[in-house]
């Protein structure tokens, strides 16, 4: 019996109304026809709409597919890769059917009958205008199929002349580099088992000179914890494609008959009024697919303060230091755990050590609590210790390709989270843990590379990932309160998929505020304020050595999620008096903070930074001017403050001032004794910025008065 032809639309139009996605669907393959401004309703005839044929090339146009394809005549990157009994396949596609819900979500399912495979892919544009795509694989063959890689691609114009990519390391991370788009392919991949501190947290591509303000841009995003690529690819054969996707190493993911396998969300930005308006999408969908709602609490993290030297009465006098400043939560870091009294031994056996904590946890929960504070506590559940009775009990629980272990790396190797037992083990470590103290927040770690994941001679990278996110979720399911906090020896896991099933993201661990300022101006491209921990650390940096006045390392904390990571039992009165002031004011500006747009500019040049955050309504704005060391001019031009209303006056004020004296025989005339302004003269004009010294920073706010002057 014959099948029923497939009847499908000319066209799959995805949109919102501010952004479209549009595949061409005449021919049964789905082609890439656009991605960036929304395009309308009404579209031309889908045969009208091919480009030319080229001399010397195949006798047909040949577009980029949704997933693209060699057997269809694409030159640069396959889309997909896949092999059977050793032979690599090319797949060819047509469509099944297309389910398109209120023109912002679309099902597209295609099938290939010479391969015996089909593939489901669900493209979705949020309100904002962020777009998700990822793509399901199946195996309908009685043979088995070994997927190589499956990317998630997109379409650029030769219009985008620019790549902006983040690149970093421990304690530099996500620092932007750019260069001009020209034929070949820039390819960012990382094979660190996690996402990278090197991971291009930021990856866009846009029109020449595009900058935080202007410029039309194209950015991605990969929500994958494990190995990736990013890539933006542009041939003389008329490929020009962005697109990532996770990296399979051989034998990683092999799928029997009905088996099936799903690729990584990809997140795509599009925005023609610069960066800025690429992050608002992301921070607006972070903020509506958010556990955590409430205050983001300050936060006093035990770690610089003591490190190992756990003792209850000194970290009691600590707590007790903490809430006199108005810290709201108290977090015990590594040490508190059945041998661990430095970084080589004890990981997997998370039971409280009966030598340091004689009388458990609950003495330091309790008194925490009763000074009005919420208790966290350090784990991390992914590791194992080859010191450690977990260990010694189960060796074949630390995961390897061959008979050797690893490579160390702080001592300490993964934890097979592929193997059941091991993954229910420390289930139920954990879940025993939460339930029998009165804890608040975990702050969940992960401090290795891996770059042998696996057991039995068979790669688990892609396997191990996904027992981390069922791990997390299922504490979160029986445990719903508890908070948790994504850290990676600070930021070496920065992504959201582990970022959706968490609660705040520690980004780096120096909280050296020559490091921090500029690290967080480009971790925000992805992640709003109040998702970023930033601590106030002592005045000599634990990572870098640097010495630094208290009120600029307040800077760098006081706009993100405020805590602080310092033995502050030792602090002088004036120094408390500064630090408890900058909190409670912290904390009568957070609603603000921690719920507004994002504004960044350019100061007068690269060691001046300028950012800020605006109300919903315009009616309020915080703005901070830092510089990292002296300008080169001794008169730089004013600054705009952006994103006021034209029609609007304002009241211009102080909020926290550095302490230095400044190379000025005298500041500006407003902040001495302030000044009110239109919107229109504000973001037209500006203001001019007090000459700072090196390694110090001003904040001050501009709040709506009225119509008129």
Not at 51 to 74: K, M, T
Not at 176 to 197: A, L, M, N, V
Not at 405 to 422: C, S, Y
Not at 509 to 524: F, G, K, L, M
Request: charge should be negative.
């Amino acid at each position: 019996m014959t099948e029923p032809a497939v009847v499908v639309p000319p066209y799959a139009h995805i949109h919102n109304g501010e952004v479209s996605i549009l595949l061409r669907t005449s021919s049964r393959k789905p082609e890439f026809v656009h991605w960036g401004a929304y395009l309308g309703e009404q579209l031309p005839d889908p045969a009208q709409i091919e480009g030319a044929v080229p001399q010397s090339s195949f006798n047909a146009p040949v577009p980029q597919h949704l997933v693209p394809e060699a057997a269809a005549g694409w030159l640069a990157t396959p889309g997909l890769r896949i092999g059977r009994e050793g032979n690599e396949l090319h797949a060819s596609f047509a469509i099944r059917d297309i389910v398109v819900d209120e023109h912002a979500t679309a099902v597209l399912r295609q099938h290939d009958d010479r391969n015996e495979i089909d593939l489901a892919t669900e493209i979705h544009i949020e309100d904002t205008g962020l777009a998700r795509l990822r793509h399901t694989l199946t195996n309908t063959s009685t043979r088995h199929l070994a997927v190589h890689h499956l990317f998630a691609t997109l379409p650029l114009p030769d219009r985008a002349k620019e790549i902006l990519d983040s690149t970093g390391r421990w304690c530099r991370e996500v620092q932007p580099q750019r260069r001009t788009i020209g034929f070949g392919k820039w390819s960012r991949p990382t094979h660190h088992g996690r996402t990278g501190h090197d991971a291009p947290l930021v990856f866009a591509a846009g029109t020449e000179g595009f900058g935080f303000r202007n410029g039309e841009i194209w950015n991605i995003h990969l929500a994958w914890s494990g190995n990736s690529e990013h890539y933006i690819e542009k041939l003389p054969s008329g490929a020009f494609v962005i697109g990532a996707g996770e990296v399979l190493e051989q034998g990683d993911v092999v799928l029997e008959e009905g088996g099936s396998y799903t690729s990584p969300w990809l997140f795509a930005s599009y925005s023609r009024m610069g960066l800025d308006a690429n992050a608002a999408q992301f921070h607006r969908w972070d903020r509506s697919n958010r556990t955590a709602v409430t205050p983001r609490p300050v936060t006093l993290n035990s770690w610089e303060a003591i490190y190992f030297d756990h003792d209850l009465d000194a970290l009691i006098d600590l707590a007790a230091a903490g809430s006199r400043m108005g810290v709201e939560r108290f977090v015990l870091d590594d040490g508190w755990y059945k041998g661990r009294r430095n970084d080589r031994a004890g990981l997997g056996d998370w039971s409280v050590d009966p030598i340091v904590w004689a009388g458990g946890l609950a003495p330091l929960i309790d008194r925490v609590h009763d000074l009005g504070m919420q208790f966290g506590l350090w784990v991390e559940p992914e590791m194992i210790s080859p010191d450690s009775d977990a260990a010694r009990a189960h060796p074949e629980w630390i995961s390897r390709l061959g008979e050797d272990l690893p490579l160390p790396w702080r001592h300490q190797q993964l934890l097979d989270l592929t193997n059941e037992k091991a993954w229910r083990y420390v289930y139920d470590q954990l879940h025993r843990l939460l339930a029998d103290h009165r804890i608040d927040y975990l702050k969940w770690d992960y401090n290795r590379d891996s770059n042998e994941i696996g057991r039995g001679g068979i790669p688990r990278s892609h396997a191990q990932v996904l027992a981390a996110y069922r791990l997390i979720d299922a504490i979160r399911e029986a445990h719903p309160t508890v908070e948790i906090e994504n850290c990676s020896s600070g930021g070496g896991r920065v992504d959201l998929g582990l970022g959706s099933r968490t609660d705040r993201v520690w980004i780096s661990d120096t909280n050296d505020p020559v490091e921090r300022h500029p690290i967080q101006r480009w971790a925000s491209q992805l992640l709003p304020p109040e998702r970023i921990g930033s601590h106030v650390g002592g005045p000599r940096s634990h990572t870098t050595g640097r010495v630094t006045d208290l009120s600029f390392r307040i800077s760098a904390s006081w706009m993100q999620h405020m805590g602080i990571e310092w033995d502050i039992r030792g602090m002088s009165a004036d120094e408390e008096a500064v630090l408890s002031g900058a909190i409670r004011l912290h904390k009568a500006s957070r609603s603000l903070l921690h719920s507004g747009v994002l504004i960044r500019d350019d100061g007068p040049d690269a060691n001046h930074l300028f950012h800020g955050i605006v109300s919903a309504e315009k009616d309020r704005a915080i703005y901070q001017y830092v510089a990292l060391q002296l300008a080169t001019s001794d008169g730089p031009t004013p600054l705009r403050l952006a994103g006021l209303r034209d029609e609007w006056w304002y009241r211009v004020r102080m909020l926290l001032d550095d302490v230095q004296q400044r190379a000025e025989q005298a500041p500006p005339s407003w902040m001495v004794e302030g000044i009110i302004a239109s919107g229109r003269f504000l973001t037209t004009v500006g203001l001019h910025m007090p000459l700072l010294n090196p390694q110090s920073a001003i904040t001050f706010e501009a709040v709506h008065v009225g119509e008129g002057p």
